[in-house]
Nanobody, 122 residues
Framework: QVQLVESGGGLVQAGGSLRLSCAASGRTFSNYRMGWFRQGTGKEREFVAGISWSGGSTYYADSVKGRFTISRDNAENTVYLQMNSLKPEDTAVYYC???????????????WGQGTQVTVSS
């Protein structure tokens, strides 16, 4: 089992920045690829960003490329999502998740956090 706890969400104006954190406990964190997903009201959950075991490989949804940066600290068992130039359409509950695959599909992720709300005002 891997337990994941997100933090760092909040209310920010358009153009602002937030940094989300996801603290992991349980099984060896570095064994898992990590991802961030988000779900807006009335929308399906969508992939945002992913990172490999070592952190050497990252991948992003087109909608956030160039604005968001995913990173991880295996010594601290934590994955981060730095979000810059935020837009109202980024408003959603953001979830971190763990997988043993390189997939961007939510069904391939075994463990999920409870989510943290990000609201971007115009």
């Amino acid at each position: 089992q891997v337990q994941l706890v997100e933090s760092g969400g909040g209310l920010v104006q358009a153009g602002g920045s937030l940094r989300l954190s996801c603290a992991a406990s349980g099984r060896t964190f570095s064994n898992y690829r990590m991802g961030w997903f988000r779900q807006g009201t009335g929308k399906e959950r969508e992939f945002v960003a992913g990172i490999s075991w070592s952190g050497g490989s990252t991948y992003y949804a087109d909608s956030v490329k160039g604005r968001f940066t995913i990173s991880r600290d295996n010594a601290e068992n934590t994955v981060y999502l730095q979000m810059n130039s935020l837009k109202p359409e980024d408003t959603a509950v953001y979830y971190c998740a763990a997988t043993t695959t390189g997939s961007t599909m939510s069904r391939m992720y075994n463990y999920w956090g409870q989510g943290t709300q990000v609201t971007v005002s115009s």
